[in-house]
């Protein structure tokens, strides 16, 4: 019975829609395979990137990506090497506002500021090292104060950490007392998940700072990055009654 079926398969003429009862005229021209040039499509035609390489990112833009899907429109900071990879993303954006500062910590405060007055969550982004330390009284203000805020340090490449390379601390420990949670990024395909998770514990219970730690070749990472259509609907903070 196969058989049959099958050496009806092979007599069908070539190019005809198969000749099932109770399909339409206009659906079975959907089955008639037609040749590139019907199809519009020439040999000078660009191809269309693939999904997947169309969401290949580098770390640093994985992250301002993130950022954007959060809402967030202004960033205050100060340049450093341990986080030129996100500057140089960024510079080439329009989207999001940086505000240099003078000062680590008064990129913290600046922050810190921002949050009061729109009730989002304020951003800094700091450099590894010195620029991490200098932020930490902004930091422990805006968690005694519960004020959300999202610190984004850079860090040494993974393979330096707990070397005594330049410009290396222990972020993740400096911070612990002065932040509701923080995160040593491992790994580029994580960074989105660690932003976006950020941004929920800054903001939501008793509001408060969240460090995000990214190693600089994590930033040069490249990883694949689908975009999230719901972050944008918690961008605001609520305020909890006083």
Known sequence: MSGAREASF???????????????????????LRSPAQQGVTKDAPQEPCAEKAATRTGAEILLDALEEQGVEVIFGYPGGAVLPIYDALYKRDT??????????????????????????GV??????????NAVTGLTDALLDSIPLVCITGQV????????????????????????????????????TVVHEAFHLARNGRPGPIVIDIP???????????????????????TPPV
């Open 96 to 121: 999001i506002r940086h505000i240099m500062v003078r000062h680590e910590q008064g990129a913290a405060h600046a922050a810190e500021g921002y949050a009061r007055s729109t009730g989002k969550v």
């Open 157 to 192: 490449a993974r393979p330096l950490i707990g070397t005594d390379a330049f410009q290396e601390c222990d972020t993740v420990g400096i911070t612990r007392s002065c932040t509701k949670h923080n995160y040593l990024v491992a790994s580029a395909h994580t960074l989105a």
């Open 216 to 238: 600089k070749d994590v930033q040069f990472e490249k990883a694949l990055y689908t975009a999230r259509a719901d972050a944008r609907k918690r961008n605001c903070v609520v």
């Open 10 to 32: 092979l007599t069908r003429p070539k190019g005809a829609a198969p000749q099932d009862e109770g399909i339409s005229p206009e659906a079975k021209k959907d089955f008639i």
């Open 124 to 133: 800094l982004l700091v450099t590894s090292g010195p620029g991490a330390t």
